[in-house]
């Protein structure tokens, strides 16, 4: 029997952070941070179309709630440096899926995050014939269908997780030549149930 690999912990933002992220601007500067790493309220505008003022606005928001943070060390007084710390984030909250208000700022998060992401798929999609053949050849979409109970569903979720952390805690900061940012999904869902079936 092989050890099986503990979930990681995912920080569990509270009402506050996920007001901050309910935004679609800073889900957006959030989610260049996470992927490309530290950036500048100057680079995040070249990268976004909006002005430095706005990008600078907004950083400083999501970093009263410790989304992202300065990076010690690097930048001046003028010239801010901001990084997305490493770990997992949830963009659930327990306590405020059980109200209407807070349901309504986590419906935000999600459409805006989610939103970003099929942006980028699509755009893979499109214009993933314009990659070299090695990295055509190296990228996956792909979608299956099973029939799982809860439990199955879960075993499945950790599994696939557990590669994912592995592959994430082994290359994150890696650098070098042919290193590109890469982006990872898992989508595991339930479907809703077939008319007529218990």
Same mark, same amino acid.
């Given at each position: 029997m092989t050890d099986q690999p503990k979930p990681r912990e995912a920080r569990v933002l509270d009402a506050g952070a996920l007001r901050a992220?309910? #935004?679609?601007?800073?889900?957006?500067?959030?989610?260049?941070l996470s992927q490309y790493g530290p950036q500048t309220a100057s680079s995040l505008a070249e990268l976004t179309g909006e002005s430095t003022g706005a990008t600078s606005y907004h950083l400083r928001a999501l970093a009263r709630h410790d989304?992202?943070?300065?990076?010690?060390g690097r930048g001046t007084a003028?010239?801010?440096w901001w990084e997305r710390p490493a770990g997992m984030v949830t963009l659930s909250n327990p306590e405020?899926?059980?109200?209407?208000?807070?349901?309504?700022?986590?419906?935000?998060? #999600?459409?805006?995050?989610?939103?970003?992401? #099929?942006?980028?798929?699509?755009q893979f999609a499109t214009h993933g014939w314009d990659e070299t053949e090695e990295w055509r050849d190296a990228a996956l979409i792909a979608t299956a269908s099973a029939r799982l109970t809860a439990t199955q569903t879960r075993e499945l979720v950790q599994r696939i997780q557990?590669?994912?952390d592995e592959t994430v805690a082994r290359y994150r900061d890696q650098s070098g030549?042919?290193?590109r940012?890469?982006?990872?999904r898992a989508d595991i869902f339930p479907l809703p149930t077939e008319r007529g079936s218990a």
């Open positions: 992220l309910a #935004h679609p601007l800073r889900v957006r500067l959030y989610d260049i989304l992202i943070r300065e990076v010690a003028r010239e801010r405020m899926e059980n109200t209407p208000s807070g349901r309504a700022v986590l419906e935000a998060v #999600h459409s805006e995050t989610l939103t970003l992401r #099929h942006q980028q798929l699509m557990a590669v994912i030549e042919g290193v940012p890469i982006t990872m």
